[in-house]
Nanobody, 129 residues
Framework: VQVAESGGGSVQSGGSLTLSCTVSGFALDWHAITWFRQAPGKDVEGVSC????????YYADSVKGRFTVSKDNAEKTVFLQMDSLEMEDTALYYC???????????????????????WGQGTQVTVSA
């Protein structure tokens, strides 16, 4: 299993970036993909989550209306479109993927404590004034 993020970079406040998460090694049908971020000195935050099977999406209040998660037709790459970026969005962004079943369908994209799964190495996003 391999999870790889790309697309990070530096942008001015108000700008946009699109992050990509490519997963290989298994089919994603009953899997959820979550974008986490960690800013310096802060805890890891679950930013957005996508349940592949039914397309359910979750966004943290801090990014709602500015970030959009989507997937490609082959469902092997998930994108995080980030618009109207703010300096507070500066962080190391991680993509993580894990399976779920009917017993966890409600919690997989709402409870990010000890989420587990397979994680990528992260991609840095820096937003300047």
């Amino acid at each position: 299993v391999q999870v790889a993020e790309s697309g990070g970079g530096s942008v001015q406040s108000g700008g946009s970036l699109t992050l990509s998460c490519t997963v290989s090694g298994f089919a994603l049908d009953w899997h959820a993909i979550t974008w986490f971020r960690q800013a310096p000195g802060k805890d890891v935050e679950g930013v957005s989550c996508l349940r592949i099977r039914d397309g359910y999406t979750y966004y943290a209040d801090s990014v709602k209306g500015r970030f959009t998660v989507s997937k490609d037709n082959a469902e092997k790459t998930v994108f995080l479109q980030m618009d109207s970026l703010e300096m507070e969005d500066t962080a190391l962004y991680y993509c993580a993927v894990k399976p779920y079943d009917l017993a966890r369908v409600e919690s997989v994209c709402t409870n990010f404590d000890s989420w587990g799964g397979y994680w990528g190495q992260g991609t840095q996003v820096t937003v300047s004034a």
